[in-house]
C-alpha cells in the first residue's frame, strides 16, 4: 500500500531540488493558513454576520409592527429611524417582485435570506445586496402595502469578503515570496556544482569554479575541486611520462633508419624500414590514446565547417557529405575531428564509397557514416571499440592499425556526453551512428 503511494507521489512531484524544497516550506504555511482561515470564517466571521443580520430584521420586524398597530405617526416612524438608524423607509402600493434579486453564493445573502424566511415566512420579503454599492434594500409584504428599507451595508455585513479574502491570502503570499527568495540563493551553488561536474564529465577544463552557498554544500564543492585537480594531475603525468617514453624510443629508431641506409643489401633494409616505421606509428598511436583528454579546451563547433575540412583534408571523390546548416555545439575540435576522420578512413580503406548525414533530431546531433565494405559481425560490435582488439588477426597492420582508432573515438564521443553505435548500412556495408547533445 504504502509503496504504492510513494510510487504516486514521485509521479506527481517535481523532480527538481527547488521545487522541493519550496513545496517543504510553502506546503505547512499554506496548509496554517487554511485552518486560520476556516477557523476564523466558521467561529467568528459568519457568527458576527448571523447576530447583525438578526439584529436588523428585528428592528424591521418591529417597524412592520409599529406600523400596523398605528399608522397615522409614519411621518415620526420614518424620521426617527432615518436620523437614529440611517434607514430609509417607504409605504407604497404596488405588486409585490416576482423575480428575485439574491445572489446564490454570496454569504451576506445567505445569512439575510434565512433570517428574513424565519421571521416573515416565504413570499414576504425581497431583497438585493448588489443593485446598489453601499446600501442594501429590503422590502417587506404588510397586508395591501409593501414597505420598502433602503438600509446600510454595514448593518448587514461586519466587513467586505474581498476584504476578508485579501488579509487571508496576502501573509502566504508574502511569505512565499521570501520562500523563493531565499531557496534561489541556496540551490544555486548546487546548480553550478552539477554544472561544473557535467563539464568536468565531458572531459572540459574546470579552472573557473569556486565552493559557495552553505556548509554542506561547500564542503561538497571543495572534494569535487579536489577530485577534479587530482584527475588531470594523474592525466598530465601520465601524457607527460609517455611522451619521454616516446621521445627516447624515436632516438634508437632514427639511429636505425641511419644504419639501414648505409647496408647495400636492399632487400633487407626495405624490410626492416617497415618493421621500423610501424614501431613508430604504434608509438604515436599509443601517445595520442592516453593524451586524448587533456590536450584540448572547449569552443564552439561549427558541423558542416568541419566536415568540409575532413572532405577536403581525405580528398576522395567516393566520399560524399550531406551536412545540414547551422548545427553548433560546444565540444573539443581537434578530438572530434579526428574521431569522424578515422571512422571515415576505416570504411574508405575496407570499402569503395563512404556516405555521411548530418542532421539535428530531438536537441541531438545525428552523424551516420554508411560504407559498402564487408561490414563486422554483430557478435564483434562490442569488441572493436576496446583498445589494442582488432578484429582480424591476418590483416596487415599498415591496413588495420594496432587497435586503437576506435576505442580513441568512443571515448571522445562519450566524454561529449554521446554515443555511438554500429549496425548494417543501406550500402550492405557498416553503418556508424554517432549522437551527440545538440
Known amino acids: 500500500m504504502f509503496s504504492g503511494f510513494n510510487k504516486f507521489l514521485k509521479v506527481i512531484l517535481p523532480k527538481r531540488l527547488f521545487y522541493r524544497a519550496l513545496i517543504i516550506v510553502a506546503a505547512p504555511t499554506i496548509l496554517l493558513q487554511l485552518i486560520i482561515t476556516i477557523v476564523f470564517y466558521d467561529s467568528i466571521w459568519i457568527k458576527a454576520n448571523k447576530n447583525i443580520t438578526r439584529s436588523l430584521v428585528a428592528q424591521l420586524k418591529a417597524v412592520q409592527d409599529v406600523y400596523q398597530n398605528d399608522k397615522k405617526n409614519l411621518d415620526f416612524l420614518t424620521d426617527s429611524y432615518k436620523n437614529n438608524f440611517d434607514f430609509e423607509i417607504g409605504i407604497v402600493k404596488e405588486n409585490f417582485p416576482n423575480s428575485t434579486g439574491e445572489r446564490r453564493f454570496s454569504p451576506m445573502d445567505r445569512s439575510l435570506r434565512r433570517e428574513l424566511k424565519s421571521t416573515f415566512g416565504n413570499n414576504n420579503y425581497w431583497f438585493s445586496t448588489s443593485k446598489f454599492k453601499n446600501a442594501v434594500e429590503i422590502k417587506i409584504r404588510s397586508e395591501n402595502e ?26 502566504s503570499v508574502v511569505l512565499i515570496i521570501i520562500a ?11 546548480v553550478r556544482l552539477a554544472k561544473a561536474a557535467e563539464r568536468f564529465g565531458k572531459g572540459d577544463y574546470v579552472n573557473d569554479f569556486s565552493p559557495s552557498g552553505s556548509q554542506e554544500i561547500r564542503k561538497a564543492a571543495y572534494e569535487f575541486d579536489r577530485m577534479a585537480k587530482r584527475i588531470n594531475r594523474h592525466l598530465n603525468q601520465r601524457s607527460e611520462m609517455l611522451s619521454g617514453i616516446s621521445h627516447d624510443l624515436r632516438t634508437p629508431l632514427t639511429r636505425l633508419k641511419l644504419q639501414l641506409a648505409m647496408i647495400k643489401q636492399k632487400d ?3 624490410k626492416m ?17 592516453a593524451k586524448n583528454q587533456v590536450m584540448e579546451n572547449t569552443d564552439q563547433i561549427d558541423l558542416t565547417s568541419l566536415f568540409n575540412e575532413i572532405k577536403n583534408l581525405i580528398n576522395n571523390k567516393n566520399l560524399r557529405i550531406e551536412c545540414e ?36 533530431s530531438n536537441n541531438r546531433v545525428i552523424v551516420l557514416i554508411e560504407d559498402d565494405g564487408p561490414g563486422i559481425p554483430e557478435d564483434q560490435y562490442k569488441n572493436v571499440f576496446k583498445p589494442f582488439f582488432r578484429l582480424d588477426k591476418s590483416r ?34 557498416l553503418s556508424v551512428k554517432i549522437s551527440l547533445p545538440y
Open 180 to 190: 523563493l527568495i531565499f531557496l534561489k540563493n541556496q540551490t544555486k551553488p548546487l
Open 396 to 429: 596487415s597492420l599498415n591496413k588495420s592499425g594496432v587497435g586503437l582508432g576506435l576505442a580513441i573515438v568512443e571515448d571522445v564521443i562519450n566524454s561529449h556526453g554521446g554515443n555511438i553505435q554500429m549496425g548494417k548500412s543501406k550500402m550492405k556495408g
Open 268 to 270: 633487407l633494409t626495405e
Open 146 to 171: 409593501i414597505i420598502e428599507f433602503l438600509v446600510p451595508k454595514e448593518m448587514v455585513s461586519t466587513s467586505s469578503v474581498r476584504l476578508f479574502v485579501l488579509w487571508t491570502t496576502l501573509p
Open 325 to 360: 546548416n547551422d548545427i553548433n555545439f560546444k565540444g573539443r575540435p581537434s578530438a572530434l575531428k579526428r574521431s569522424f576522420q578515422n571512422v571515415i578512413q576505416n570504411g574508405l580503406t575496407y570499402g569503395k564509397s563512404v556516405n555521411v548525414k548530418v542532421q539535428k
Open 273 to 289: 624500414s617497415k618493421d621500423i616505421d610501424e614501431m613508430e606509428k604504434m608509438l604515436n598511436d599509443y601517445l595520442q590514446f
